[in-house]
């Protein structure tokens, strides 16, 4: 079936630091991805999402880009603030493009 | 625009008893997903309706769990005979296009 790989369980940083997530996909077919975030007590709210090879999604100053060679859909950011702790998720849909799929999930602390 | 609304925020229950999960999607929304969030397992897909009608509910449990949407503006996760094992975070979505989630409920089987 299909599954999202997270390399990384917890990243820690300080403020204008250099932001990378890595996320692996395996599907059949042409599956949309996604990068959702969650804060704590709420639900995972939708960053950005690409639907086709080499598509970059971006908001808020994060970006993604989808490559279907490496089937990979890495979350970077330049520069990194203490609002952008967090839980950050990569994600897919199914064909149907209603089931998503969700990685295991990165949790994100910025030191001030 | 309240967003998607679970009620309630927490529920404990003693092993054994009945729990009902309550949803309310957003207004317009024909899509309503019910999802599961543990630290062990991550988000897991449970069930999906379209315009009310289940379509998908490969995620559910066999036993104990079951999921209805009587009308447009809500949708109930049941689960009957709790175990410690079903305590989680039961997120409920709703989607027109993008997905949307609702806060969540937590729920704890003591």
């Known amino acids: 079936g299909d599954s999202v790989t997270q390399t990384e369980g917890q990243v820690a940083l300080s403020e204008e630091d250099f932001l990378t997530i890595h996320c692996n996909y395996s599907?059949?077919?042409?599956?949309?991805l996604f990068w959702y975030v969650q804060y704590p007590g709420e639900g995972p709210q939708l960053l950005f999402r690409?639907?086709?090879?080499?598509e970059k999604g971006s908001s808020r100053g994060f970006e993604a880009t989808y490559d279907k060679g490496t089937t990979s859909f890495h979350l970077r950011k330049a520069s990194v603030q203490e609002s952008d702790s967090a839980v950050y998720y990569c994600?897919?849909?199914?064909?149907?493009?209603?089931?998503?799929?969700f990685g295991t999930g990165t949790s994100l602390l910025v030191d001030p | 625009n309240a967003g998607v609304i679970q009620t309630p925020r927490h529920k404990v229950t003693g092993k054994g008893q009945e729990a009902t999960l309550w949803c309310e999607p957003i207004?317009?929304?024909?899509?309503v997903f019910w999802y599961r969030q543990t630290i062990v397992q991550g988000l897991e897909f449970l069930t999906y309706?379209?315009?009310?009608?289940?379509?998908?509910d490969s995620g559910m449990p066999k036993e104990r769990f079951s999921a209805q949407m009587p009308n447009q503006s809500h949708s109930t996760l049941k689960i009957q005979s709790t175990q410690p094992q079903d305590s989680a975070v039961y997120l409920c979505?709703?989607?027109?296009?993008?997905?949307?989630f609702g806060k969540g409920t937590r729920l704890t089987v003591v």
């Open positions: 207004s317009g929304h024909s899509a």
């Open positions: 599907a059949s077919g042409y599956p949309t």
């Open positions: 690409a639907s086709r090879d080499k």
């Open positions: 979505a709703s989607s027109q296009k993008e997905v949307f």
């Open positions: 309706f379209r315009n009310q009608a289940p379509i998908d």
């Open positions: 994600a897919l849909s199914d064909p149907l493009g209603y089931k998503l799929t």
